[in-house]
């Protein structure tokens, strides 16, 4: 037996008996007895708890998924949405000029203001359409004026929302 078998908990957590029993209940499996719930966390203890409970969620949402995914299945399903997950990750940019050395996104440099595009600022062409200027102005106004635009990166930045949203 290897040392990673001997170090796992032989007894299936709360969070994975969620996602098992919810799996069990979609797909109407008539019996599960504690032994089958044994082996499943045997088989899939080694993943993350939440990324097991997103593996299930994808398995359900398989179009013509009629019984319950062995464990080969499950893990699958598991790791290609860890897969999903790291792709989506943002990518961290050494910035030589940010005291950190590194940004998240390099849209905004983790501001959240998207200040440039293209090299330089973004300038207002001032035409009004659907009730309001690229820039957000509604009213009249000179073109040429410079305005920031919301980056797309605020949502999912850990930076801008650790600064401003606490940890």
Known sequence: ????????????????????????????????????????????????????????????REPGRRFFPTAPEWREATLRV??????????????????????TCPECQDTGYVLEQGGGPLRCDAAV??????????GRHDPGMTYTSVCACRATNQAYQRKHHGP
Request: glycine share 6%; charged share 20%; net charge negative.
């Open 82 to 103: 860890l897969d999903a997950a790291q792709r989506a990750a943002p990518v961290m940019v050494l910035n030589q000029d940010d005291p950190r050395g590194w940004v």
């Open 129 to 138: 359409r659907h009730g309001a200027c690229a820039c957000g102005r509604r």
């Open 1 to 60: 037996m290897n040392e990673a078998a001997l170090t796992r908990p032989s007894v299936p957590d709360e969070a994975f008996l969620i996602a098992f029993n919810r799996l069990a209940v979609a797909l109407r499996v008539q019996e599960v007895d504690p032994a089958m719930k044994g082996v499943y966390f045997s088989a899939l203890s080694d993943l993350p708890a939440d990324a097991l409970a997103a593996g299930a969620e994808a398995v359900l």
